[in-house]
């Protein structure tokens, strides 16, 4: 700010708000004077990648819409840290790659104000602001590393232990550390080597906390919890001549029987698992033939969510073909066991779906809570898609499903690929199922090839080959495995290599242009 006596001529008007990317140039150069030796602003590589890894925990005081003063937060899960770390540690080299939206405590990574601006208090409404945000998210504390820049004439005669307690009895003022202890921070240790460009502080720095009286533990209840775990069937079906939804059903209501008896909590059911019913009668063309298997959806929706119901079990009922407004879609079906249901559309109809069926695509992105977390839908062709799988990740999906039908070996591992790249790339897993065998009478489904998979990670915690378990090729047949979620949330912050965390949020990123939003 060029004119030292601003705030002198004109009349204030303060705002409190998030900070966005256009508040770069304003940050800079309030940070340039504030931070003359300690390097200065951030670059706006990093500054990119705090705003996409924590919005809400960047917050800045404008005034006539200049920055004036600024906070910066992230959550972390403390634990993984303790009371002995260093700022680029913890903040991730600024970059606030170690953010965890599941972390128990906001790490207050830096406060600033302009110098014009001193005596204002915007330092304490910032203060409050940040104190408002963990309560607002539940979180336990506010920690963070405090410098203590008024050492520098003390050193050579005291500790810095002594200094703090001093200036604790207010017999030594800190401009830093007086102004946290007055915002009823506690000192919980002193900080060897925390910022050792610190020249001021020597190095050394207060470890603050501030507690949430608020904060309420998620204790477990007594039905309904989250699980921590998933177990997951597929259901790789055998394609065979059927005269009639109830003979359908029939043969659904066998694999859904025996996946409950396993006690799994979702079943998962290959795409376009209806098809026989096209054969119920003979067509002209197999337009014709996928128009009258749409005849069937909501009976056929219907019979799925009662089994789903009926045993206690969700189902995520492959695909089928829907007339929406005269035009035909590819919609799977997810059934949760409490009556409730929902869908995802194909997004991406393949070439042969769109010339010989005139198959539109779906034009949203779902993800779909569970009692056991947040999954996804990516019906055959959209998993060869990435930006829909990660945009899905982005929204906190830890599973994805996705139900297939192939006819060639060939088309089979462009999709089993794919789902494994899938299951890297975001560090989730990632849960196939296909049909096998054929429907001679049935224009365009007459051969079937699959093998039926769950894919996980690739880390030490998983399978050596991250394929967790797999069916026999062109077999019908059940595959059952167990996922432990847990185990995702380790990866992301402690894996051999951390694709969540490392990805340069401050180059490049997948933005979702349609109307409607991803529901999540």
Same mark, same amino acid.
């Given at each position: 700010?060029?004119?030292?006596?601003?705030? !002198?001529?004109?009349?204030?008007?303060?705002?409190?708000?998030s900070?966005e990317?256009?508040?770069?140039?304003?940050?800079?150069?309030?940070?340039?004077?504030?931070?003359?030796?300690?390097?200065?602003?951030p670059?706006q590589?990093?500054?990119? %990648?705090? &705003?996409?890894?924590?919005?809400?925990?960047?917050?800045?005081?404008?005034?006539h819409?200049?920055?004036?003063?600024?906070?910066?937060?992230?959550?972390?899960?403390?634990?993984?840290?303790?009371?002995?770390?260093?700022?680029?540690?913890?903040?991730?080299?600024?970059?606030?790659?170690?953010h965890? +939206?599941?972390?128990?405590?906001?790490?207050?990574?830096e406060?600033?104000?302009?110098?014009?601006?001193?005596?204002?208090?915007?330092?304490?409404?910032?203060?409050?602001?940040?104190?408002?945000?963990?309560? /607002?998210l539940?979180?336990?504390?506010?920690? %963070?590393?405090?410098?203590?820049?008024?050492?520098?004439h003390?050193?050579?005669?005291?500790?810095p232990?002594?200094y703090?307690?001093?200036?604790?009895?207010? !017999?030594?003022?800190?401009?830093?550390?007086?102004?946290q202890?007055?915002n009823?921070?506690?000192?919980?240790r002193v900080?060897n080597?925390? =910022? +050792?460009?610190?020249?001021?502080?020597?190095?050394?720095?207060? &470890?603050?906390?501030w507690?949430n009286?608020y904060?309420?533990?998620?204790?477990?209840p007594?039905f309904?919890?989250?699980?921590?775990? %998933?177990?997951?069937?597929?259901?790789?079906?055998?394609?065979?001549?059927?005269?009639?939804?109830?003979?359908?059903?029939q043969?659904v209501?066998?694999?859904?029987?025996?996946?409950?008896?396993?006690?799994?909590?979702?079943?998962?059911?290959?795409?376009?698992?209806?098809?026989?019913?096209?054969?119920?009668?003979?067509?002209?063309n197999?337009?014709?033939?996928i128009? #009258?298997?749409?005849?069937?959806s909501?009976?056929?929706?219907? %019979?799925?969510?009662?089994? #789903?119901?009926?045993?206690?079990?969700?189902?995520?009922?492959?695909?089928?073909?829907?007339?929406?407004?005269?035009?035909?879609? /590819?919609?799977?079906?997810?059934?949760?066991?409490?009556?409730?249901?929902?869908?995802?559309?194909k997004?991406?109809?393949?070439?042969y779906?769109?010339?010989?069926?005139?198959?539109?695509?779906?034009?949203?992105?779902?993800?779909f809570?569970?009692?056991?977390?947040?999954?996804?839908i990516?019906?055959?062709?959209?998993?060869?898609? +990435?930006? &829909?799988?990660?945009?899905?990740?982005e929204?906190? =999906?830890?599973? &994805?499903?996705? +139900?297939f039908?192939?006819?060639t070996?060939?088309?089979?591992?462009?999709?089993?690929?794919c789902?494994?790249?899938?299951?890297?790339?975001?560090?989730?897993?990632?849960?196939?199922?296909?049909?096998?065998? /054929?429907?001679?009478k049935?224009?365009?489904?007459?051969?079937?090839?699959?093998q039926?998979?769950?894919?996980?990670p690739?880390?030490?915690?998983?399978?050596?080959?991250?394929? =967790?378990?797999?069916?026999?090729?062109?077999?019908?047949?059940?595959?059952?495995?167990?996922?432990?979620?847990?185990?995702l949330?380790?990866?992301?912050?402690?894996?051999?290599?951390?694709?969540?965390?490392?990805?340069?949020?401050?180059?490049?990123?997948? /933005?979702?242009?349609?109307?409607?939003?991803?529901?999540?």
């Open positions: 700010m060029s004119d030292s006596n601003l705030t !002198e001529n004109f009349e204030h008007k303060l705002n409190l708000r900070l990317a256009s508040d770069y140039d304003d940050l800079k150069e309030v940070m340039e004077i504030v931070y003359p030796n300690l390097g200065g602003a670059s590589r990093q500054f990119r %990648a705090q &705003l996409s890894s924590f919005p809400q925990g960047q917050i800045c005081i404008e005034d819409g200049k920055v004036v003063a600024a906070a910066f937060s992230l959550i972390v899960d403390y634990d993984k840290f303790g009371d002995h770390h260093t700022y680029d540690e913890i903040t991730g080299d600024a970059y606030l790659t170690t965890d +939206p599941l972390g128990d405590v906001l790490y207050g990574a406060v600033f104000v302009h110098p014009d601006y001193q005596g204002m208090r915007l330092g304490r409404r910032l203060y409050e602001a940040r104190k408002e945000l963990c309560q /607002n539940n979180l336990k504390s506010i920690v %963070a590393g405090g410098r203590i820049p008024n050492y520098q003390y050193a050579s005669e005291m500790s232990q002594k703090i307690e001093l200036v604790k009895k207010k !017999e030594i003022y800190d401009p830093i550390l007086s102004f202890l007055s009823d921070f506690e000192v919980k900080l080597k925390y =910022m +050792p460009e610190d020249k001021e502080s020597k190095g050394y720095a207060t &470890l603050l906390e507690t009286l904060y309420e533990r998620n204790a477990s007594l309904g919890a989250v699980k921590k775990s %998933a177990r997951v069937g597929c259901v790789q079906w055998q394609m065979r001549p059927l005269n009639s939804v109830e003979e359908l059903t043969h209501e066998f694999f859904i029987d025996a996946l409950a008896d396993y006690q799994c909590d979702l079943a998962l059911l290959p795409e376009l698992f209806n098809a026989p019913l096209m054969g119920i009668e003979a067509h002209d197999s337009f014709d033939s128009k #009258a298997l749409a005849e069937f909501n009976e056929v929706v219907e %019979a799925i969510s009662h089994l #789903a119901v009926s045993y206690n079990i969700n189902i995520i009922a492959g695909s089928i073909p829907v007339i929406e407004d005269k035009e035909l879609y /590819n919609v799977s079906y997810f059934c949760r066991r409490d009556g409730t249901i929902e869908s995802q559309t997004i991406h109809p393949t070439p779906e769109k010339s010989a069926w005139i198959m539109q695509g779906g034009d949203s992105l779902n993800v809570d569970t009692d056991f977390g947040k999954i996804g990516l019906i055959c062709y959209d998993v060869e898609f +990435p930006e &829909l799988a990660r945009l899905l990740s929204q906190g =999906m830890q599973i &994805l499903f996705v +139900p039908w192939t006819d070996k060939n088309a089979y591992l462009r999709v089993r690929c789902a494994q790249a899938r299951a890297i790339e975001n560090e989730c897993y990632v849960v196939t199922a296909g049909s096998v065998g /054929n429907l001679p049935v224009d365009g489904a007459d051969i079937q090839y699959a039926s998979a769950v894919f996980s690739s880390d030490f915690a998983f399978p050596h080959d991250a394929t =967790m378990a797999e069916t026999t090729p062109n077999t019908e047949m059940t595959l059952i495995v167990d996922l432990d979620l847990e185990k949330h380790e990866l992301r912050h402690e894996g051999s290599v951390r694709n969540y965390l490392d990805r340069r949020r401050d180059l490049y990123r997948i /933005n979702w242009l349609g109307e409607q939003k991803i529901k999540k």
